[in-house]
């Protein structure tokens, strides 16, 4: 499969440097066959967004966004999709034929997928209503941590704990479950070991946040970490986690999972090449 001209797509954020994306994307077009697209890591600011996609030419089909970017590109998009909306986030830009910009949020999906495969989350067969509502705990109160709770509410949990470092951190949640029907429950910092008695652990603060935290927890059976974290790997948390041999899924999960979505939205094909973009990931990883 060939397009008709060069098309280009990118990741933002800053910093930029350590991104993995290119070579998942890079690896889906030439699984693909889009011999003619191409795609790169540009480092900018919040404060330079707006300028920058203002100046991108019709050939740009997509945008993946990193931090800090994720609240600025849902503000300069034309259209969203709801759960960007009530995440209040967004982490894809995708070009729309009027030259304006639609925004969606792959990494809700993304998480609601390795989550439900690591077993976390009421299913959606004919027995879902009888299962228990899942019970989960977010660490953090930034732009993976909304993510995390339109995730969550996707796997039909309805109250999570919430373990922030700010009491502002919690309240700027607070609107943003009320969009997604869900309760929060408030912790703070200093008594997050006693959130971790749940289904799930979904950590989205910046490494070296929750290191102390490894010492301190006393893990449930059974209980998944979720740690968004890819570099370094592991942390100490998702380190403790493995020792206590719990299910420990890490940011190349979400990375990759988000990517597909974003893929299929850019390049128009039906279905990501998965294992020609986990292969090349895995690659990277290793060679590090």
């Known amino acids: ?15 930029i440097a350590h991104s993995l994306s290119p070579v998942i994307h890079r690896a889906g077009f030439a699984a693909a066959g889009l011999t003619d697209w191409t795609y790169e890591a540009i480092e900018c600011a919040e404060s330079e967004l707006p300028d920058l996609v203002a100046g991108f030419g019709p050939e740009w089909a997509g945008l993946s966004l990193t931090m800090p970017l994720k609240e600025a590109a849902l503000k300069l998009a034309t259209s969203a999709t709801p759960v960007a909306i009530a995440a ?21 999906p993304g998480m609601v997928r390795v989550l439900r495969e690591a077993g976390v989350g009421a299913g959606t067969g004919r027995h879902a209503a009888k299962e228990a509502p899942p019970r989960i ?20 949990a309805e109250v999570v704990t919430v373990v922030t470092r700010r009491l502002a951190a919690l ?25 971790f008695d749940t289904d799930a ?18 893990w449930r059976a059974g209980t998944v970490l979720f740690d968004a974290i890819y570099d370094p790997w592991p942390t100490p948390l998702a380190a403790s986690a493995v020792a206590a041999q719990l299910p420990v899924l890490s940011g ?34 290793a060679s590090r």
């Open 1 to 15: 499969m060939q397009t008709s001209s060069p098309r280009r797509a990118a990741v933002l954020g800053k910093p």
């Open 88 to 108: 209040g986030v967004a982490n894809t830009l995708v070009r729309q034929a009027d030259g304006g910009w639609h925004a969606d949020n792959t990494d809700v």
């Open 137 to 156: 705990t977010v660490l953090g109160g930034g732009g993976t941590a909304r993510a995390a709770l339109a995730a969550a509410a996707e796997l039909r």
């Open 171 to 195: 309240a700027d949640l607070e609107p943003v479950a009320g969009a997604l029907g869900l309760k929060l429950t408030g912790v703070a910092w200093s008594d997050a070991p006693g959130a």
């Open 201 to 218: 652990v979904i950590s989205t603060v910046p490494k070296g946040a929750a290191d102390q935290l490894a010492a301190e927890v006393t």
């Open 252 to 285: 190349l999960d979400l990375l990759l999972a988000q990517a597909l979505s974003q893929f299929e939205q850019f390049t128009g094909v039906a279905e990501a090449p998965e294992e020609a973009m986990r292969a090349a990931l895995d690659a990277a990883v």
